[in-house]
């Protein structure tokens, strides 16, 4: 698949309807309905404020949460217009259509003038938005005269709002945000500086199957910790508790542990794990620890976080990296107890001068919450996205896009 996509650089929009699709996808206070995090919204300023100085017409749409049953008041955009008008310092008209493409805003975009913004009602109140149905994807094209695309976090999955009106718009092309996920990360995967590193966790070894085989053929060295990591210890032989487990994927991490002998791969999985005996409730919750070598797990506790030694490993093989890609936690990272593994990775990413990229996900957010964002080169907007990225999988929000 070719990465290299059109970018709004290299188009002028003045006098044009550009329907632009953005990640409004934001936390909202489940009493207040207010915003509780504005961050994406704010990463999407750059490509309006272009479309906007270019004298386009711009037509936003986006999807909020997962109503189930078409629309949702709770899911409604209203506030994030609201919102969005106080950052741009301009009015944003809000097309308040329960079909999304209704009488609001077809009058609304009809009255546009060059620079205006108008933002459509959440995209997934029509059930035919997650189906790709091509009669939503036309009555959305029926709005614009042309088509970007700045949901990286949306763009691998065939939706009307993100594939099905790439073919009744042109050109198609990608925003800032894309187009910067496109560029760091195919860099990272095509032609990294050396040495590469990726760092693999979070809990479930069935989610980075294909991750994992498609970075062994690319990287120099793959750390594998969190609750993933338990399935590659048993597959060598190690007993490792009530600690998390994939019984049918035990030859699978043998394999994988094998075709990183073959390929001169480094795999690093942990040396010593922080074992609990209960799983704290709430999730951050005080809990009493034990630390124990990776081969010595009691069989009536539970490794949920990489012990001292493993954290001293991983840090050195970050720090002696070129390139970093990190994809899920070390551990338990929401609880403070069990956040120390994460950390370590976390900051050893922070203290190196090689490029970092953090995946998206539960990783973006764990350095977010212990403040290292600013130290890293590059946080993915899609823990998704940049998941099926990583698997080297076509994604159909950018395969649809006009290629340079």
């Given at each position: 698949m070719?990465?290299?996509?059109?970018?709004?650089?290299?188009?002028?929009?003045?006098?044009?309807?550009?329907?632009?699709?953005?990640?409004?996808?934001?936390?909202?206070?489940?009493?207040?309905?207010?915003?509780?995090?504005?961050?994406?919204?704010?990463?999407?300023?750059?490509?309006i404020k272009k479309l906007i100085a270019d004298g386009g017409k711009v037509i936003l749409c986006s999807h909020l949460g997962k109503p189930k049953n078409?629309?949702?008041?709770?899911?409604?955009?209203?506030?994030?217009?609201?919102?969005?008008?106080?950052?741009?310092?301009?009015?944003?008209?809000?097309?308040?259509?329960?079909?999304?493409?209704?009488?609001?805003?077809?009058?609304?975009?009809?009255?546009?003038?060059?620079?205006?913004?108008?933002?459509?009602?959440n995209t997934r109140f029509r059930k035919e938005e997650t189906k790709n149905?091509?009669?939503?994807?036309?009555?959305?094209?029926?709005?614009?005269?042309?088509?970007?695309?700045?949901?990286?976090?949306?763009?691998?999955?065939?939706?009307c709002s993100t594939e099905g009106v790439t073919k009744f718009l042109s050109p198609c092309v990608a925003g800032y945000?894309?187009?910067?996920?496109?560029?760091?990360?195919?860099?990272?995967?095509?032609?990294?500086?050396?040495?590469?590193?990726?760092?693999?966790?979070?809990?479930?070894?069935?989610?980075?199957?294909?991750?994992?085989?498609?970075?062994?053929?690319?990287?120099?060295?793959?750390?594998i910790g969190g609750g993933m990591a338990f399935t590659?210890?048993?597959?060598?032989?190690?007993?490792?508790?009530?600690?998390?487990?994939?019984?049918?994927?035990?030859?699978?991490?043998?394999?994988?542990?094998?075709?990183?002998?073959e390929k001169g791969v480094q795999l690093l999985l942990p040396v010593d794990t922080v074992c609990i005996k209960d799983f704290p409730n709430p999730i951050d919750a005080p809990v009493d620890t034990v630390t124990v070598d990776a081969d010595a797990i009691p069989a009536d506790m539970e490794g949920c976080d990489i012990g001292p030694k493993s954290r001293e490993l991983f840090a050195a093989a970050v720090k002696s990296a070129k390139t970093v890609v990190w994809n899920g936690p070390m551990?338990?990272?929401?609880?403070?107890?069990?956040a120390a593994g994460t950390l370590a990775v976390a900051q050893a990413m922070a203290d190196s001068d090689a490029v970092t990229i953090i995946g998206g996900g539960d990783s973006a957010a764990a350095v977010e919450q212990m403040g290292l964002g600013d130290k890293m080169t590059h946080i993915s907007t899609g823990g998704g996205a940049s998941l099926e990225y990583l698997e080297g999988k076509t994604l159909p929000g950018v395969a649809c896009l006009d290629e340079k």
């Open positions: 070719n990465y290299k996509k059109k970018s709004i650089r290299d188009v002028s929009f003045a006098g044009k309807k550009v329907l632009l699709r953005v990640d409004f996808n934001v936390p909202l206070d489940k009493t207040t309905h207010e915003i509780t995090n504005d961050k994406r919204i704010v990463a999407a300023l750059p490509t078409g629309p949702e008041e709770k899911f409604s955009l209203a506030p994030v217009a609201v919102r969005l008008s106080e950052l741009l310092g301009q009015p944003v008209v809000f097309a308040n259509d329960d079909t999304v493409v209704g009488d609001n805003a077809k009058a609304a975009v009809a009255a546009m003038k060059d620079g205006d913004v108008v933002l459509l009602q149905v091509e009669e939503f994807s036309k009555e959305l094209a029926s709005l614009a005269d042309c088509y970007v695309d700045d949901a990286f976090g949306s763009c691998h999955r065939a939706h945000l894309i187009g910067k996920e496109l560029a760091v990360m195919g860099k990272a995967l095509e032609n990294a500086d050396r040495p590469f590193v990726a760092v693999l966790g979070g809990a479930k070894i069935e989610d980075k199957l294909n991750v994992i085989n498609n970075l062994l053929e690319k990287v120099d060295t793959l750390i590659f210890l048993k597959a060598k032989g190690y007993e490792i508790g009530k600690s998390l487990l994939d019984e049918t994927k035990i030859d699978y991490c043998k394999d994988m542990m094998a075709k990183a002998a551990g338990v990272f929401e609880n403070p107890t069990l």
